[in-house]
Protein backbone atom coordinates (compact mmCIF):
# COMPACT_ATOMS: atom_id res chain seq x y z
CA UNK A 1 0.00 0.00 0.00
CA UNK A 2 1.87 2.94 -1.47
CA UNK A 3 1.42 6.74 1.00
CA UNK A 4 3.11 9.83 0.36
CA UNK A 5 6.59 10.22 1.61
CA UNK A 6 6.35 13.02 3.94
CA UNK A 7 3.51 10.83 5.83
CA UNK A 8 6.02 7.61 5.33
CA UNK A 9 8.45 9.50 7.72
CA UNK A 10 6.28 11.05 10.05
CA UNK A 11 4.86 7.92 11.01
CA UNK A 12 7.74 6.02 11.53
CA UNK A 13 8.68 9.37 13.90
CA UNK A 14 11.63 10.35 12.36
CA UNK A 15 10.64 13.58 11.41
CA UNK A 16 7.61 15.75 11.31
CA UNK A 17 5.82 16.29 7.96
CA UNK A 18 6.02 20.00 7.72
CA UNK A 19 10.12 19.05 8.12
CA UNK A 20 9.62 16.48 5.05
CA UNK A 21 7.97 19.13 2.97
CA UNK A 22 11.11 21.32 3.62
CA UNK A 23 13.62 18.30 3.15
CA UNK A 24 11.78 17.59 -0.37
CA UNK A 25 11.88 21.45 -1.46
CA UNK A 26 15.54 21.40 -0.69
CA UNK A 27 16.37 18.82 -2.70
CA UNK A 28 17.68 16.19 0.29
CA UNK A 29 15.40 13.60 -0.17
CA UNK A 30 15.71 10.55 -2.18
CA UNK A 31 14.18 7.40 -2.79
CA UNK A 32 15.50 4.23 -4.19
CA UNK A 33 18.78 6.53 -5.25
CA UNK A 34 16.32 8.88 -6.95
CA UNK A 35 15.86 12.37 -6.10
CA UNK A 36 12.10 12.41 -4.87
CA UNK A 37 9.71 14.48 -6.65
CA UNK A 38 6.38 16.50 -4.77
CA UNK A 39 3.62 14.38 -4.15
CA UNK A 40 5.72 11.21 -4.76
CA UNK A 41 4.40 7.80 -2.40
CA UNK A 42 6.73 5.00 -1.61
CA UNK A 43 5.70 1.70 -0.55
CA UNK A 44 6.54 -1.60 0.56
CA UNK A 45 10.47 -1.80 0.21
CA UNK A 46 11.57 1.63 -1.03
CA UNK A 47 14.20 2.91 0.49
CA UNK A 48 14.33 6.68 1.62
CA UNK A 49 17.81 8.84 2.06
CA UNK A 50 18.36 12.15 3.54
CA UNK A 51 21.49 13.64 1.63
CA UNK A 52 22.46 10.73 0.97
CA UNK A 53 21.89 8.67 3.97
CA UNK A 54 19.11 6.28 4.67
CA UNK A 55 17.07 6.93 6.59
CA UNK A 56 13.77 4.21 6.53
CA UNK A 57 13.21 1.08 4.27
CA UNK A 58 9.10 1.27 4.21
CA UNK A 59 8.20 -1.96 5.70
CA UNK A 60 6.16 -5.11 4.08
CA UNK A 61 3.17 -3.66 6.10
CA UNK A 62 2.34 -0.14 6.02
CA UNK A 63 -0.52 -0.33 7.22
CA UNK A 64 -0.59 2.19 10.61
CA UNK A 65 -2.84 -0.05 12.92
CA UNK A 66 -0.72 -3.24 12.01
CA UNK A 67 2.58 -1.40 12.32
CA UNK A 68 2.39 1.08 14.85
CA UNK A 69 4.06 0.74 18.32
CA UNK A 70 3.19 2.18 20.84
CA UNK A 71 5.01 1.52 25.09
CA UNK A 72 3.38 2.29 28.32
CA UNK A 73 6.20 3.53 30.62
CA UNK A 74 6.03 3.72 34.21
CA UNK A 75 8.39 7.24 34.41
CA UNK A 76 10.31 7.55 38.03
CA UNK A 77 10.60 10.91 39.82
CA UNK A 78 13.84 11.87 38.36
CA UNK A 79 14.34 10.99 34.59
CA UNK A 80 14.16 13.73 31.81
CA UNK A 81 11.51 13.61 29.06
CA UNK A 82 14.09 14.56 26.71
CA UNK A 83 15.91 12.03 24.54
CA UNK A 84 19.50 13.57 25.22
CA UNK A 85 20.82 15.77 28.31
CA UNK A 86 23.93 17.84 28.31
CA UNK A 87 24.53 17.33 32.27
CA UNK A 88 24.71 13.33 31.44
CA UNK A 89 20.93 12.86 33.64
CA UNK A 90 18.94 9.85 33.06
CA UNK A 91 16.33 10.25 30.63
CA UNK A 92 13.04 8.39 30.19
CA UNK A 93 14.49 6.55 26.53
CA UNK A 94 17.66 5.03 28.43
CA UNK A 95 15.23 2.38 29.59
CA UNK A 96 14.02 1.83 25.89
CA UNK A 97 14.36 -0.85 23.51
CA UNK A 98 15.47 -0.28 20.52
CA UNK A 99 12.69 -0.15 17.63
CA UNK A 100 13.31 -1.95 14.34
CA UNK A 101 12.52 0.87 12.36
CA UNK A 102 12.22 4.98 13.56
CA UNK A 103 12.35 6.10 16.70
CA UNK A 104 10.15 6.40 19.96
CA UNK A 105 8.13 9.47 19.90
CA UNK A 106 7.24 10.61 23.35
CA UNK A 107 3.47 11.51 23.70
CA UNK A 108 3.64 14.62 25.59
CA UNK A 109 6.33 14.90 28.28
CA UNK A 110 5.95 14.53 32.34
CA UNK A 111 8.28 17.30 34.61
CA UNK A 112 11.41 15.46 36.23
CA UNK A 113 9.66 15.19 39.95
CA UNK A 114 6.23 13.86 38.35
CA UNK A 115 6.17 9.70 37.70
CA UNK A 116 3.15 8.13 36.04
CA UNK A 117 2.24 6.75 32.77
CA UNK A 118 3.68 7.72 29.62
CA UNK A 119 2.99 6.25 26.49
CA UNK A 120 5.67 6.41 23.48
CA UNK A 121 4.93 5.41 20.08
CA UNK A 122 6.83 4.64 16.65
CA UNK A 123 3.59 6.25 14.61
CA UNK A 124 4.50 10.30 14.38
CA UNK A 125 0.63 10.61 13.34
CA UNK A 126 -0.62 9.18 16.35
CA UNK A 127 1.43 10.87 18.74
CA UNK A 128 0.46 13.98 17.38
CA UNK A 129 -2.94 13.55 17.50
CA UNK A 130 -3.05 12.49 21.11
CA UNK A 131 -1.42 15.40 21.77
CA UNK A 132 -3.34 18.01 19.65
CA UNK A 133 -5.34 20.49 21.93
CA UNK A 134 -8.51 19.85 19.85
CA UNK A 135 -8.65 16.30 20.36
CA UNK A 136 -8.80 17.03 24.06
CA UNK A 137 -7.46 13.85 25.10
CA UNK A 138 -8.24 12.95 28.83
CA UNK A 139 -5.10 12.98 30.86
CA UNK A 140 -5.79 11.65 35.07
CA UNK A 141 -3.29 12.09 37.84
CA UNK A 142 -3.49 11.77 41.57
CA UNK A 143 -1.82 14.19 43.19
CA UNK A 144 -0.90 14.46 46.73
CA UNK A 145 -1.38 18.50 48.11
CA UNK A 146 -0.99 20.24 51.21
CA UNK A 147 -3.95 20.88 52.77
CA UNK A 148 -7.55 19.76 52.41
CA UNK A 149 -9.11 21.83 49.94
CA UNK A 150 -13.16 22.52 50.80
CA UNK A 151 -16.15 22.49 48.55
CA UNK A 152 -15.16 26.15 47.13
CA UNK A 153 -11.86 25.41 46.07
CA UNK A 154 -13.00 22.32 44.58
CA UNK A 155 -15.61 24.33 42.43
CA UNK A 156 -12.91 26.87 41.43
CA UNK A 157 -11.01 24.61 40.13
CA UNK A 158 -13.86 23.15 38.12
CA UNK A 159 -14.98 26.46 37.02
CA UNK A 160 -11.57 27.87 35.73
CA UNK A 161 -8.57 29.52 37.94
CA UNK A 162 -6.15 32.24 36.07
CA UNK A 163 -2.82 31.57 34.76
CA UNK A 164 0.07 33.66 33.70
CA UNK A 165 -1.01 31.63 30.27
CA UNK A 166 -4.69 32.00 30.81
CA UNK A 167 -7.39 30.19 32.03
CA UNK A 168 -7.45 26.55 33.64
CA UNK A 169 -9.97 24.44 34.92
CA UNK A 170 -9.91 20.75 36.04
CA UNK A 171 -12.66 18.53 33.93
CA UNK A 172 -13.01 16.44 37.36
CA UNK A 173 -11.84 16.82 40.69
CA UNK A 174 -12.75 15.19 44.05
CA UNK A 175 -11.05 14.42 47.35
CA UNK A 176 -9.85 10.86 47.57
CA UNK A 177 -10.67 9.50 50.80
CA UNK A 178 -8.51 9.44 54.05
CA UNK A 179 -7.93 10.88 57.22
CA UNK A 180 -5.26 13.90 57.97
CA UNK A 181 -3.96 17.27 57.39
CA UNK A 182 -3.10 16.78 53.51
CA UNK A 183 -5.21 15.56 51.18
CA UNK A 184 -5.27 12.91 47.99
CA UNK A 185 -6.85 14.33 44.91
CA UNK A 186 -8.26 12.42 41.74
CA UNK A 187 -7.85 15.57 38.84
CA UNK A 188 -8.60 15.50 35.30
CA UNK A 189 -7.92 17.31 32.38
CA UNK A 190 -7.71 17.55 28.48
CA UNK A 191 -5.14 20.13 28.62
CA UNK A 192 -1.24 19.11 28.26
CA UNK A 193 0.35 22.46 29.30
CA UNK A 194 3.69 22.76 31.16
CA UNK A 195 3.34 21.78 34.72
CA UNK A 196 -0.46 22.37 34.40
CA UNK A 197 -1.34 20.59 37.18
CA UNK A 198 0.98 21.86 39.92
CA UNK A 199 0.26 25.64 38.92
CA UNK A 200 -3.39 25.13 38.97
CA UNK A 201 -3.33 23.61 42.47
CA UNK A 202 -0.73 25.68 43.99
CA UNK A 203 -2.54 28.98 42.72
CA UNK A 204 -5.35 27.79 44.83
CA UNK A 205 -3.27 27.25 47.44
CA UNK A 206 -2.62 23.74 47.55
CA UNK A 207 1.31 23.07 46.37
CA UNK A 208 1.31 19.14 44.86
CA UNK A 209 3.75 17.14 47.33
CA UNK A 210 3.38 14.48 44.70
CA UNK A 211 2.06 13.94 41.40
CA UNK A 212 1.33 10.68 39.24
CA UNK A 213 -0.17 10.54 35.97
CA UNK A 214 -2.70 7.14 36.41
CA UNK A 215 -4.51 7.57 32.51
CA UNK A 216 -3.81 8.61 29.13
CA UNK A 217 -6.71 8.63 26.78
CA UNK A 218 -8.47 5.12 27.45
CA UNK A 219 -4.98 3.70 28.17
CA UNK A 220 -4.47 3.62 31.97
CA UNK A 221 -1.23 2.68 34.19
CA UNK A 222 -0.88 -1.09 34.68
CA UNK A 223 -1.01 -1.70 38.48
CA UNK A 224 1.89 -4.39 38.32
CA UNK A 225 4.14 -1.92 36.08
CA UNK A 226 6.76 -0.70 38.38
CA UNK A 227 8.49 2.91 38.16
CA UNK A 228 11.30 2.44 35.46
CA UNK A 229 9.53 -0.38 33.48
CA UNK A 230 7.93 -0.81 30.18
CA UNK A 231 4.90 -2.78 28.79
CA UNK A 232 3.96 -2.75 25.01
CA UNK A 233 0.45 -2.18 24.51
CA UNK A 234 -1.45 -4.81 22.43
CA UNK A 235 -3.06 -4.70 18.68
CA UNK A 236 -6.24 -4.05 20.74
CA UNK A 237 -5.15 -1.38 23.37
CA UNK A 238 -3.50 0.28 20.20
CA UNK A 239 -6.86 0.54 17.98
CA UNK A 240 -8.32 1.39 20.52
CA UNK A 241 -6.06 3.97 21.59
CA UNK A 242 -6.03 4.97 17.66
CA UNK A 243 -10.25 5.39 17.65
CA UNK A 244 -9.89 7.62 20.56
CA UNK A 245 -8.55 10.30 18.48
CA UNK A 246 -10.65 10.05 15.66
Known amino acids: MAERLQKALARAGLTSRREADR ?5 RLSVNGHSAEPGQHVGPGDRI ?7 LTVPEDTQTAATARVLAYHKPVGELCTRRDPE ?9 PAPAT ?9 DLNTSGLLLLTTDGALANA ?6 EVAREYRARVRGRPGTATLERLREGVPLEDGPARFDEVDVLPGKGRNAQLRVVLHEGRKREVR ?11 RLLRVRYGPIRLPKDLGPGEWRELDREEVVELRESVK
Open 199 to 209: RLLEAVGHPVS
Open 130 to 135: LMHPAR
Open 102 to 110: GQWIQVGRL
Open 23 to 27: WLAAG
Open 88 to 96: GRPTVFDRL
Open 49 to 55: ALDGRVL
